[in-house]
């Protein structure tokens, strides 16, 4: 491994960015949070530099790609002289070999043997006088004209290259991870409204994983962030429910044998079977309003739920929230005078704008 620091990527959903930062920080050594950036309303990106082993940013839970920045200008010319320039910094791109590296590392079998198999992505953000698809192939010319290798473009497979452009700027990264970093390997059953992994990671994470938790998801739906919570460390006891019969069993078959000990009932938030006082940490995902319950709804549920949980949660333990009712929520916790706001992250879930609070119990 080299002895500088390499430049990294790593890329949330849109909102998560500074939650994924403090997981960066904590959980490498020497990792250093650089910056963030967003891609419009598509995901949100931290740029990191790490020394260390790039295996290890395969164990991040926050987010749901890793890439190594290879090139990049902050004077990308304007119009149509753009697109030589982004043929022109594919092909000097002083990154690509030791990405490379990094990525068979990872990967030894990543882009073949012989000629090196690779494919662009191409990501705007604003207009520009030409298409997406002109600056992929503009990359992809520019790649092939490099003579370290003998290049041959695919349709999918092989090594991704990313072009992300911002007014002004081109960023050129090649991936690290796979798609089983976002999608993970457990997740088999699905439902409706079900969060995203990393998304399910961010939440447990907000609330300060120990190794004695008792950790509480009361509205648990398909079980992700439960299983996030148990790979984030050790823990003494998971709890979860929901009054959805399908949930339960979701999240059941999702779970399997694995994360013990670990409760999954079917129960009503607002009347859990927990005694006061015996929960630690909480994290939820909120019924939104929209493909779940109603903004009607809400207005009843929220406070009531909030009343349960100041019940079972004991002093000094962290609640955290995720909702697409952000007035509602604001309002409830607002009104509830057991919590205290400590932390407020606006996000975006599938399009959908949503809050993300960290509240402490009194």
Known sequence: ??????????????????????????????????????????????????????????????????????????????????????????????????????????????????????????????????????????????????????????????????????????????????????HREYKHEHLPASLRPAAAAALAWLTGPADDDVFLDPMCGAGTVLIERAHLGRYRQLLGGDVSPDAVATALANIGPRYKPITVREWDARRLPIDAASVTALAVNMPFGAQLGSSVENRVLYPAFLREAARVLRPGARLVTLSGDSRTLSDSLRRNERFTRRATCPVTILGHRALVVVAERL
């Open 1 to 182: 491994m080299p002895g500088y620091r390499t430049i990294y990527i790593a890329q949330t959903q849109p909102g998560f960015e500074a939650i994924a930062g403090t997981e960066i920080t904590a959980r490498l050594k020497g990792g250093a949070v650089l910056g963030t950036h967003s891609v419009a309303d598509k995901n949100g990106m931290v740029r990191f530099g790490y020394a260390g082993d790039p295996r290890d940013l395969l164990a991040l839970r926050t987010v749901e790609d890793i890439f190594i920045v290879v090139a990049e200008t902050r004077e990308l010319a304007p119009g149509f002289a753009a697109l030589r320039q982004l043929g022109q910094l594919a092909t000097t791109a002083p990154g690509i070999e030791q990405a490379l590296r990094l990525v068979r590392l990872v990967a030894p079998q990543r882009g073949g043997e012989g000629r090196l198999r690779f494919r662009v992505i191409a990501r705007q953000v604003g207009r520009t006088p030409y298409r997406r698809v002109d600056a992929q192939v503009a990359v992809e010319r520019g790649i092939a004209a490099r003579p370290e290798h003998r290049w041959r473009l695919v349709e999918d497979g092989g090594v991704e290259i990313w072009l992300t452009q911002w007014p002004g700027e081109a960023l050129l990264a090649v991936r690290l991870s796979d798609e089983r970093m976002r």
